[in-house]
């Protein structure tokens, strides 16, 4: 394996000149332990690194802290585990805004040159998720591709129909109408996979991620383990690797954040779906108006003037109750969630307490 089978190019090699001069060497991110990562380098080798105190200070907010995918600067000299020193910047960064109050930013992979959507041509295809999608892609800089997925169970004008509308929302994006059973899926992704080029996959449960997912690796190869709901043990384990150099060239990445994207993707969707008549009930006379008989009501005269299709506005009555439907049916999932950033956080401080331990034992060396 060469470092350019890990993604790396000339402009990573550019960065990295000082700390070469510093004798350190570059690796790149493929698990996050949480106390540890797990770091790849170009013999193949992986080593166990933790931050430097002077990184985890650098840092502003978490988003800043060395994340799977990130290309890292490594320090070998310790005997047990490797110190990040420095991060290279990022070259594309798939991210979320937190959910709540929090504005923080989370990273969930970095360094990714491709992100596939994966959808149906049927139940699962929804247009304003697919937007979300492509929000999201955009940020990040990566390549935008969707796989309209199972077409051997779909008729082929569905499938073009749904392809077409999907190019609509973003010319950028490739669309291809795909097959696992067939081979079309894998096919596809392969166009895709040069060495040292990394992919990922997201998109609904059920949708064929895992299926095409199996089909690059060639084998059953297990990525996360499932999460145990009631304990939140089981993801994070140091066996699962997050980013996998595939025997033909191209890096598959996957983790517990990739996998939540469409968790999260959904409620912004069902809130953003009806943002035009939220807009128009402040327009309402009253500020209380229940929208039926109540007078000045501005969604009332957009119906009557057949601005408004009376199946959405039917829709829009419905929101809150679809929302809170779709959060209690979320709920155990985002505890587990809750529970696993707290215990992140524990560790983040804890590895922060150790290697401030460290510095200053090697400032009193020298
Ligand atoms: N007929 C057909 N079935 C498919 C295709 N792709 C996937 N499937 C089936 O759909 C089911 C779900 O596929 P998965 O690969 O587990 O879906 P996923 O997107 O990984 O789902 P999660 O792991 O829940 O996120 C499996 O039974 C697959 O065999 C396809 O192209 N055609
Ligand atoms: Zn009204």
Redesign the pocket.
Known sequence: MTLEDLGWNDQFAKEFKPYAKEGLTPARLIRDNKISYGALMADGEEREAIMSGKVYHDAECDAELPAVGDWVALDLSPEKEAVIRGRLTRQSCLSRKASGKSTEEQVIATNVDVVAV?TDPGPDLNLRRMERYFALIGRSKAHPVVLV?????FDEDDCREAADAIQALNPDADVHI????EGT?LEALRSYLAPGKSITLI?S???????VANQLLGEDYQWTDDVNELTGKGRHTTTARELIVLDDGGILIDNPGI?EVHMWTDETTLRDRFADISKLAEQCKFHDCKHGTDKGCAIRAALERGDLDPARFEGFLKLDEEIATLLANRKKRQMTIERRTKRDKHSRAKKYQLRRDIDDEERYVK
Not at 149 to 153: C, F, S
Not at 178 to 181: A, H, I, L, M, P
Not at 205 to 211: C, I, P, Q, R
Request: aromatic letters at 0%; glycine letters at 16%.
């Open positions: 994966v997925n199972k077409a051997d169970l795909t097959s696992v059973v899926a998109g449960s059920g949708v064929g991620k895992s299926s996998r």
